[in-house]
């Protein structure tokens, strides 16, 4: 799966089992004018973090077939990147911080948490209840984010350095 982030703003499957002749077998254009900042695939969903339109659900079972079925619209910021376990999408936003997003149904995405990072996140990946959060200017914070998603904030630790990406293996 490729988010390209280029004038055409959209989710692109990419077939790579001939690695020399990659060939596109399905495609979804973003809607509105805002860029596919992140993406996160988790079973038969991607979860696009579009800057301007927040979150964005695809459902993706029929690769040739990809379509949207829900989007959860940020009120404030732009959406730089999303990361999706359980029930749970973790969305960052420029400014405005971590959005915790109710995904159980995916038609109708709700946001249920917020943590104010005062500064501007770019990347996140969730682990045991750890929310790794990378920051173009303040680095990396860790964030305690209980399973259930709620009580946001209970600990939070800090890398002082620029880390505008992130991938915790």
């Known amino acids: 799966y490729v988010a390209?982030?280029?004038t055409i703003n959209q989710l692109q499957v990419i077939d790579i089992s001939v690695p020399d002749k990659p060939k596109i077998v399905?495609?979804?254009?973003?809607?509105g004018r805002g860029i596919v900042?992140?993406?996160?695939?988790?079973?038969?969903?991607?979860y696009l973090a579009n800057d301007r339109n927040g979150l964005e659900i695809i459902d993706i079972s029929d690769i040739t077939k990809l379509k949207a079925i829900g989007t959860y619209k940020v009120t404030k910021g732009q959406a730089s990147n999303v990361?999706?376990?359980g029930s749970y999408a973790y969305l960052?936003?420029?400014n405005n911080g971590l959005e915790i997003i109710d995904v159980s149904d995916p038609a109708n995405p709700k946001k249920i948490g917020i943590y104010n990072t005062t500064t501007k996140p770019?990347?996140?990946?969730?682990?045991a209840g750890v929310a790794y959060v990378s920051d173009e200017s303040k680095g990396l914070q860790m964030i305690s984010v209980?399973?259930?998603?709620?009580?946001m904030a209970t600990a939070e630790a800090e890398i002082k350095e620029d880390i505008?990406?992130?991938?915790?293996?």
């Open 26 to 31: 399905g495609n979804y254009k973003s809607s």
């Open 83 to 85: 990361y999706t376990i």
């Open 92 to 94: 960052t936003i420029g």
């Open 146 to 151: 209980p399973y259930n998603g709620v009580d």
């Open 122 to 127: 770019s990347g996140v990946c969730v682990v």
């Open 37 to 46: 900042k992140g993406i996160h695939v988790v079973d038969k969903f991607a």
């Open 4 to 6: 390209n982030m280029s």
């Open 164 to 169: 505008p990406s992130l991938a915790i293996t």
